[in-house]
């Protein structure tokens, strides 16, 4: 039974430049989520997806997008990166119920330089 | 605003003894907590969760509680051992159509031989 997925585990972008990240949620899963962690700190909420739709957005800035195909993989893209988008990009894959648990895939470490 | 945070930021203990990891949340309507381990590099880790309606669950070696007259959680880790050295976070489930997760900044755990 296969965890949450995502790639790549590591990237480096310099300034301006535009990243894509993916996550393919655990089999059975419809809803994904995409947190932010600065280093030190907790994860921030940025999107989440339900059924290919986006049921949330944190405070993120518009350069910040997202979206989640038919089979459920999702992706992160961040455009006209900044310095201060270096962080750990973490997918959560949402298990349908009554309070809907959330688990965690190991993260993609993105550095801006 | 909401916020859910951390008395301490690190702990120390001895190997075989037990710990004990407190947060504070804000959001008097919060239902849904969850406690989640978080190892250098890897991405949060489900410990265990609570239901509003409890103030007591029990898992293997650990066990949450939660004290909804004064807005408090702790994590207890019986006979903690070296491979509990983590950061550890809670985290409040906002709840509503979007299920973001709002965290504390986390506190470190670190278990002394």
């Known amino acids: 039974d296969a965890g949450v997925t995502q790639s790549p585990t590591h990237l480096i972008k310099t300034r301006g430049q535009h990243v894509t990240l993916r996550c393919s949620p655990i089999?059975?899963?419809?809803?994904v989520s995409w947190y932010q962690q600065v280093l030190g700190q907790g994860p921030q909420f940025i999107f989440q997806?339900?059924?290919?739709?986006?049921?949330g957005r944190g405070n993120f800035p518009d350069r910040f997008s997202a979206r989640q195909f038919p089979n459920y993989s999702s992706e992160l893209n961040v455009n006209a990166l900044l310095l201060g988008d270096s962080a750990l990009y973490l997918c959560?894959?949402?298990?349908?119920?009554?309070?809907?648990?959330?688990?965690f895939g190991p993260g993609t470490r993105l550095t801006v330089l | 605003g909401e916020s859910v945070g951390l008395h301490l930021p690190t702990l120390s203990v001895q190997e075989g003894d037990n710990s004990i990891i407190n947060c504070a949340y804000s959001?008097?309507?919060?239902?849904?907590f969850i406690w989640y381990k978080q190892e250098s590099g890897k991405g949060p880790q489900f410990i265990i969760d609570?239901?509003?309606?409890?103030d007591k669950r029990q898992g293997q070696r650990v066990t949450v509680l939660l004290n909804k007259t004064v807005k408090h959680l702790s994590l207890q880790i019986a006979a903690t051992q070296p491979g509990d050295s983590a950061v550890y976070f809670c985290?409040?489930?906002?709840?509503?159509?979007?299920?973001?997760?709002?965290f504390g900044t986390g506190t470190l755990l670190a278990v002394q031989p």
């Open positions: 959560a894959s949402i298990r349908q119920g009554t309070y809907n648990e959330q688990f």
């Open positions: 089999s059975g899963h419809k809803s």
């Open positions: 997806y339900y059924e290919k739709e986006e049921r």
């Open positions: 959001n008097s309507a919060s239902d849904y």
């Open positions: 609570i239901r509003s309606n409890m």
């Open positions: 985290a409040d489930r906002s709840g509503g159509a979007t299920n973001k997760l709002i």
